[in-house]
């Protein structure tokens, strides 16, 4: 099945279980972000998402593995995934991209993806949320094959941002440097991020951006700082400390997180 219908099969099948036929917003929850679901509004339905075409439960602790629909104070109708497929997971880049394509079919017109990250700037701390203005995919790949030549000028939308900054105006941007990962980075790899002019160090959220503005969807990203990028600071990293630097900045998260998406579904 091509990726296109795959991603029509699970807006079909999401319609089917859940009742809502139009989805207005997708939020994709990374490590840290996971209790947010929470703030966002009135759960509809919670759906394991292996049970919905093109889905697998996910292999990273931290994520939650649901497909939920959440009314919305709005009356709108979002997406909330919390099974991110990561390109380190060997399922090849259409399974990444999967969700944001699932959002587009179920009719979405924005996307927020959040992610945990490391960060390059020094004067950020663990647990502090940073907004996406611009990427560097270091990954090698794309989601989209064959000859479209799709523009990325404005793919971090600015309005969107200027509404974040506008819900919360100590918001910092910083670029975001996709990886492939597992591995974190080499104090080297670190410096030469730094050198080409990216702040932050992640493994997810730049290939879902591409497939997100090939589908027409704007785009808002939002990374939480969980730790400083590897040389950056003195002590070796932690998966286990990435988690802790995510649990202690929840309770912060998610209601910024539900006031941001709340902007953004104001008609
Ligand atoms: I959480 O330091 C988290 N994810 N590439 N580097 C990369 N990904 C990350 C990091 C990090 N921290």
Do not use: C
Request: charged content about 20%; overall charge negative.
């Amino acid at each position: 099945m091509s990726p296109l219908s795959l991603a029509r099969a699970a807006a079909d099948e999401l319609a089917a279980r859940t009742g809502i036929t139009r989805l207005d917003i997708a939020v994709t929850l990374g490590s840290g972000w996971k209790s947010a679901i929470d703030h966002l509004g009135r759960p509809v339905a919670a759906i394991p998402a292996a049970e919905i075409p093109g889905f697998a439960a996910s292999g990273v602790a931290g994520h939650s593995g649901l497909l939920t629909v959440v009314e919305l104070a709005s009356g709108e109708h979002a997406l909330v995934i919390g099974a991110r497929t990561h390109l380190y997971e060997g399922r090849g880049v259409d399974a990444v991209v999967h969700g944001v394509r699932t959002a587009a079919a179920a009719g979405a017109h924005t996307v927020v993806l959040t992610n945990g990250a490391g960060g390059l700037q020094p004067h950020w701390k663990p647990g502090q949320p940073v907004l996406i203005r611009d990427h560097i995919n270091l990954t090698a790949t794309s989601p989209i094959t064959g000859a479209e030549f799709v523009d990325l000028t404005d793919l971090y939308t600015p309005r969107l941002r200027e509404i974040a900054k506008d819900v919360a105006p100590d918001l910092e941007e910083g670029v975001y440097a996709q990886f492939p990962g597992p591995h974190y980075e080499t104090p080297a790899e670190v410096a030469m991020v730094g050198r080409i002019g990216g702040t932050i160090v992640g493994m997810s959220t730049a290939l879902e951006a591409i497939a997100a503005r090939q589908a027409g969807l704007e785009v808002l990203g939002i990374s939480l700082i969980t730790n400083l990028a590897a040389g950056v600071q003195d002590q070796p990293l932690d998966h286990s400390e990435v988690l802790e630097a995510g649990r202690l900045a929840e309770p912060y998260l998610g209601p910024l997180l539900a006031r941001i998406v709340s902007r953004l579904t104001e008609k």
